[in-house]
């Protein structure tokens, strides 16, 4: 009976020993198992916050170049506009300083006689009024008799240099005033001016 007993118990330890270290081995697996998902959800987390904050660095980087260009581009524009106000008052001066009595007393005839080609009617040559004053009287008459026409040198104030040409009986008129062909000027100088830029611009990309 006593050995019964004892077998009993040794089966009864047994047993629980055995329950205990299953008990114990599925903790272990489970700690395992819960430790492996959490080593994974943080390696998953710190990859998305890894990603997103390369994200946000490359929007800041594409920001901050297009900040510059935009800033290059408004530079050169202003820069552009500097140099061509610049530009427009060095040409309508020098227009304005070249064209003197002497100079006035070549170009005349010459445009006179440009225009006068298929044309019957007299003309009018409208001048500034200090520049009027200055020009050889005579320039008139061997006008006249050069074109066969009658040809009228008559002052005009709101020319400051340069002169106008208009046919008696017509409205049109041709300028050829100092501001005219400053304008003209300035529109070649300043397409030149655009395309030096451009070419500038593009050395810097």
Known sequence: MEIQLQELLERIRSEGVETAKQQAEEIIRKAQSEALEIVNRAKKEAKEAQEEAARRIEAMERASRESLLQASRDAMIALKQSVQRLLDTAIRADVTAAFDEKMAAQVIPEVLKALALGQANDVEVLLPPDLMKKIDASLSARLS???????????????????????VGSAAQYDFSAESLAQILSARVNAMLSDYLKEAARSLD
Do not use: C, T
Request: no cysteine.
């Open 145 to 167: 008799k050069e074109l066969s026409k009658g040809v009228m040198l008559k002052p005009y104030p709101p020319i400051d240099a340069g002169f106008r040409v208009a046919q």
